[in-house]
């Protein structure tokens, strides 16, 4: 499976932007974030057939994450930045929702099957 990311870029606090991800294959599909010396974090996902979408409490209410079945392609609309959301955000896929799911709850035991290259979000003050 290949993961294309792209949208990220340079963007003042309180702007938005959207990320975009397009998949070779139909799969459930998500978002993480690792910012520099930090660990890596789930952001938000989304099933593959786009009625099941599960965000991090940290993001709920200024992120959206929709899909464009028809092109394999998730959109990751961040809203109000903050420089805390500064970070590599990494599209992710995996062929099963509950392994989607269960990489989210449990991250020490599981992570989403495939990921992409990641693409660099930087928030100024």
């Known amino acids: 499976v290949q993961l294309q990311a792209s949208g990220g870029g340079l963007v003042q606090a309180g702007g938005s932007l959207r990320l975009s991800c397009t998949s070779s294959?139909?799969?459930?599909m998500g978002w993480f974030r690792q910012a520099p010396g930090k660990e890596r974090n789930f952001v938000a996902a989304?099933?593959?057939?786009?009625?099941?979408?599960e965000y991090a409490d940290s993001v709920k209410g200024r992120v959206t994450i929709f899909s464009d079945s028809a092109k394999n392609t998730i959109y990751l609309q961040i809203n109000d930045l903050k420089p805390e959301d500064t970070a590599v955000y990494y599209c992710?896929?995996?062929?099963?929702?509950?392994?989607?799911?269960?990489?989210?709850?449990?991250?020490?035991?599981?992570?989403?099957?495939?990921w992409g290259q990641g693409t660099q979000v930087t928030v100024s003050s």
């Open positions: 992710t896929a995996d062929s099963r929702w509950h392994h989607m799911v269960h990489s989210i709850i449990y991250p020490s035991t599981a992570t989403p099957d495939y």
């Open positions: 989304i099933s593959h057939s786009g009625a099941s979408t």
């Open positions: 294959s139909r799969y459930a």
